[in-house]
């Protein structure tokens, strides 16, 4: 008995001694074509990221996790149609789109006068206009109270016209935008504008950045390391999984062994029935 429990706290030794010297390998990317702090800029496909944030979190189970932002500006062509008849707001005031014929190549935008504004503005003008058959008009009463009225063409003042063509710019919505295209319909107005791109990068993730595929490592909360060569990234993650059964393996061994040689010790001191 004494030798068998011997043997097994040997096994549970060599076990023991291999599970607590054993080094766990880890990811290393070797020569990676990305490898930059928070903050940098890194060029991909001619493209140019910046890495707008690594931070760390922690899962539902209490694990540390590492992610990273990748962020880049480009230039994006918008456009917005002014059809016929709409009014649109240019320089704080309305405006009327008029656009004549079929073949225009222009279009004109006529001011839309605030008339009740203009109305309230002034003391001796009734604040509503007057209809009649022959037309509309303005009631006025003069200083010695005498009420006339006033046809709305002669006491509105004539609205500004502003005729653009393809081709000429309008300084709109604090943008400088171009006419592309004129039809009956309306009027194709093109600017720039600067959009920004956002990729999330995950620990381990492939990413696909300009028409390539990367996988991201993380090697501390400050660097993000990005590399094409996926093949030699699974060959340590394949590694990694085979360590950590050896390790699962020799830790059940020396679990097994030290209840073996518990039980057979205690086997020993049970008194014989003869």
């Known amino acids: 008995m004494a030798v068998f429990v011997a043997l097994f706290l040997a096994v549970a030794g060599v076990a023991g001694v291999l599970t607590a010297t ?4 880890e990811i290393a990317l070797e ?12 060029d991909v496909g001619g493209e140019s990221y910046v890495v707008a944030d690594i931070s760390e979190s922690e899962t539902d189970g209490g694990q540390t996790v590492i992610s990273g932002t990748l962020e880049r500006n480009f230039t994006a062509e918008t456009s917005e149609t002014w059809a016929n008849g ?8 309305e405006w009327r789109v008029e656009i004549p014929g079929e073949n225009a190549t222009e279009f004109t935008l006529v001011e839309v006068l605030d008339r009740q504004a203009i109305l309230g503005a002034d003391d001796a003008a009734e604040n509503e206009t007057v209809t009649l058959e ?24 004539a609205p500004e016209e502003r005729t653009y ?4 710019t309008i300084q709109y919505d604090g ?21 920004t791109e956002t990729v999330e990068v995950a620990q381990q993730s492939t990413v696909t950045l300009g028409g390539t595929d990367y996988v991201a490592h993380f090697p ?13 990234y699974e060959a340590q993650v394949s590694e990694i999984e085979r360590f950590d059964q050896y390790n699962s393996g020799l830790s059940r ?3 097994l062994s030290v209840l073996s040689s518990i039980m057979l010790a205690g086997m020993a001191f049970i008194p014989s029935r003869y």
């Open 253 to 255: 061994v020396l679990v």
């Open 165 to 168: 063509a393809t081709g000429e």
């Open 31 to 42: 020569n990676p074509e990305i490898d930059a702090s928070q903050g940098e800029s890194i």
């Open 134 to 157: 022959d037309g509309e008009y303005v009631a006025v009463t003069d200083n010695s109270g005498e009420r006339t009225l006033v046809p709305v063409d002669e006491y509105f003042p």
């Open 22 to 25: 054993a080094e766990s390998p």
């Open 86 to 93: 709409s009014t649109v707001s240019v320089d704080d005031r």
């Open 175 to 195: 943008q400088t935008v171009t006419v592309d295209n004129v039809t009956a319909g309306g009027a194709v107005l093109v600017w720039e504008t600067t959009e």
């Open 220 to 232: 501390d909360a400050s660097t993000l390391r990005m590399s094409t060569d996926i093949e030699a």
